[in-house]
């Protein structure tokens, strides 16, 4: 079955793909052109939990006011573009996506990431979103920390993408900063440890669940394809009949 039988086997019946992993691991990236390739949707969970903190520090919103961020969720008109060439980040009519990847927003995201009400109330937007877009005939890829076993761990496909940490740092601060010297490598490495530390204590995303596929990213490229191609032999070699992928 080549890319194109397979676009049309899912937007007859949909599919929904769940990714996992830390920062860095590669999570987006393989998202995207997974879900380019594929024909269908990409939501990136972790973008939506940078918009509330986003939300919150325009309008002065105390983090650590636990309650009030939770009813910033509810009301916070978010807006997301899924086209995964093209994904777009709104509030109302501000368009935020690339404010969201500021430093500042890295440093305050573990106080939003790690609140119970507001976990719970992304749980159920972001299961909303991927079941829509398959009962729409057409699907969604959706990575984050917890989408494999707590979003949607009915998912067609599960996936936890993991890589070494130096190999994480390096990603995360060309991804940053679009340069990996040693200073801004440390700035994010306390970043990224301190969030990976806060939100071990909410969710388990380094040990894959039962059921869960399990790829190392550690020295792939995506820019040869290699990661991408990795995560799609998962279930690349799948037929997806009326009923639904099954590897």
Same mark, same amino acid.
């Given at each position: 079955?080549?890319?194109?039988?397979?676009?049309?086997?899912?937007?007859?019946?949909?599919?929904?793909?769940?990714?996992?992993?830390?920062?860095?691991?590669?999570?987006?990236?393989?998202?995207?052109?997974?879900?380019?390739?594929?024909?269908?949707?990409?939501?990136?969970?972790?973008?939506?939990?940078?918009?509330?903190?986003?939300?919150?520090?325009?309008?002065?919103?105390?983090?650590?006011?636990?309650?009030?961020?939770?009813?910033?969720?509810?009301?916070?008109?978010?807006?997301?573009?899924?086209?995964?060439?093209?994904?777009?980040?709104?509030?109302?009519?501000?368009?935020?996506? #690339? &404010?969201? =990847?500021?430093? !500042?927003?890295? %440093? +305050?995201?573990?106080?939003?990431? *790690?609140?119970?009400?507001?976990?719970?109330?992304?749980?159920?937007?972001?299961?909303?979103?991927?079941?829509?877009?398959?009962?729409?005939?057409?699907?969604?890829?959706?990575?984050?920390?917890?989408?494999?076993?707590?979003?949607?761990?009915?998912?067609?496909?599960?996936?936890?993408?993991?890589?070494? #940490? &130096?190999? =994480?740092?390096? !990603?995360?601060? %060309? +991804?940053?900063?679009?340069?990996? *010297?040693?200073?801004?490598?440390?700035?994010?490495?306390?970043?990224?440890?301190?969030?990976?530390?806060?939100?071990?204590?909410?969710?388990?995303?380094?040990?894959?669940?039962?059921?869960?596929?399990?790829?190392?990213?550690?020295?792939?490229?995506?820019?040869?394809?290699?990661?991408?191609?990795?995560?799609?032999?998962?279930?690349?070699?799948?037929?997806?009949?009326?009923?639904?992928?099954?590897?």
């Amino acid at each position: 079955m080549n890319d194109s039988m397979r676009q049309d086997a899912i937007s007859r019946v949909g599919i929904t793909i769940a990714i996992d992993g830390p920062a860095g691991s590669g999570k987006s990236t393989v998202s995207k052109a997974l879900a380019a390739r594929l024909g269908i949707g990409y939501l990136d969970t972790g973008a939506m939990y940078r918009a509330l903190t986003w939300y919150c520090l325009d309008r002065g919103i105390d983090l650590a006011n636990k309650a009030a961020v939770a009813a910033a969720a509810n009301e916070m008109p978010l807006r997301l573009v899924s086209d995964p060439s093209d994904p777009h980040v709104w509030v109302e009519e501000r368009e935020i996506t #690339q &404010e969201i =990847r500021e430093p !500042r927003i890295a %440093l +305050e995201i573990k106080h939003v990431s *790690t609140n119970l009400d507001v976990r719970a109330w992304m749980a159920t937007e972001q299961r909303r979103r991927m079941m829509e877009a398959r009962e729409q005939g057409s699907g969604m890829i959706a990575e984050g920390r917890d989408i494999t076993t707590v979003v949607c761990p009915d998912a067609d496909v599960r996936i936890l993408l993991l890589a070494d #940490q &130096e190999a =994480r740092l390096r !990603r995360r601060t %060309l +991804e940053l900063y679009g340069d990996a *010297t040693e200073e801004h490598m440390e700035i994010v490495r306390a970043q990224v440890e301190g969030r990976d530390k806060a939100d071990s204590a909410v969710s388990e995303f380094m040990v894959a669940a039962p059921g869960v596929a399990t790829v190392d990213s550690t020295g792939l490229d995506i820019g040869a394809h290699s990661c991408s191609a990795s995560v799609a032999g998962l279930f690349y070699p799948c037929e997806i009949p009326l009923g639904g992928c099954v590897p």
